[in-house]
């Protein structure tokens, strides 16, 4: 073992400081305490200063649907038509919105059901003018929106 470090004073030994191992460790450890809560305080800034994404958005991205089939019956002024689901989101908020041939657009028809993930579903709308071009759906996504013409029969 070393000799102890320090000075000689009326016969005893002063100590001068701590060893230089347990500096550095006591430096590494008082560095590494900052660190973390720099990182804890880091992590919260960005937590409440950055806009939360809404669940409901990151779900939307992946969301998909088409509008398999549109038939109008003139005779029963009944538009029919069958919705599939491409994706395995559950789409809510299903309205449906008819376009006419002056470019105006109806209220929204509430389709009153969820498209489940993977699934064809049928709707009815009836009560429909027969000078509309085309039907528009919407979901409870905001950017997920199909329209297709639909085939006259009857």
Not at 62 to 84: P, V
Request: aromatic share 6%; charged share 15%.
């Amino acid at each position: 073992m070393g000799a102890p470090i320090g000075k000689l004073e009326g016969g005893k030994m002063s100590r001068l400081g701590i060893s230089p191992l347990v500096a550095a460790v006591l430096l590494i450890a008082i560095t590494m305490t900052i660190a973390g809560v720099l990182a804890y305080w880091a992590t919260s800034f960005v937590k409440t200063s950055l806009p939360e994404q809404n669940a409901t958005d990151a779900e939307c991205r992946l969301a998909s649907f088409t509008i398999y089939s549109c038939t109008y019956n003139n005779s029963t002024r009944t538009a029919s038509l069958i919705l599939e689901n491409l994706k395995n989101i559950e789409l809510t908020n299903l309205r449906a919105f008819l376009i006419y041939t002056n470019s105006s657009v109806s209220d929204a028809i509430p389709l009153n059901t969820t498209l489940t993930a993977g699934a064809l579903k049928p709707f009815s709308i009836t009560s429909v003018d027969a000078n509309f071009t085309k039907i528009l759906v919407k979901t409870h996504c905001a950017d997920k929106s199909e329209e297709k013409i639909c085939t006259r029969i009857g």
